[in-house]
């Protein structure tokens, strides 16, 4: 059964940084595109940033030079460090994983709960 569990969301000002994290298991980790998504009040849930197998990264525009996605394999845990926050970062941020190696779109197979952060301005 696949199972991702983030941590690490909570209250900041803005400007401040956050680290969110995500362990993943019943799949095979190191062979997993990787994701994170997030859903904010009264909107839809949306991209991110991923990250493949080999360690490529994307960015979505409001985060690049702010965000950074990174992964572990060893520890089976994909990380995002989430610099210079603003107010309209606030939101529920989820893991996610794709079965492929290499991430294909925003096309994820597998969801974690979601972790809160919000931003105060």
């Known amino acids: 059964q696949v199972r991702l569990a983030e941590s690490g969301g909570g209250s900041v000002e803005a400007g401040g940084s956050v680290r969110l994290s995500c362990t993943g298991s019943g799949f095979t980790f190191m062979t997993a595109c990787m994701g994170w998504f997030r859903q904010s009040i009264g909107k839809e849930r949306s991209g991110v940033a991923t990250i493949d197998s080999g360690g490529s990264t994307k960015y979505i525009d409001s985060v690049k030079g702010r965000f950074t996605i990174s992964r572990d394999d060893a520890k089976r845990t994909l990380y995002l460090l989430l610099h210079s926050l603003k107010p309209e970062d606030t939101a529920m941020y989820y893991c996610?994983?794709?079965?492929?190696?290499?991430?294909?779109?925003?096309?994820?197979?597998?969801w974690g709960q979601g972790t809160q952060v919000t931003v105060a301005a």
């Open positions: 996610a994983a794709a079965r492929l190696p290499y991430c294909v779109d925003w096309d994820f197979d597998y």
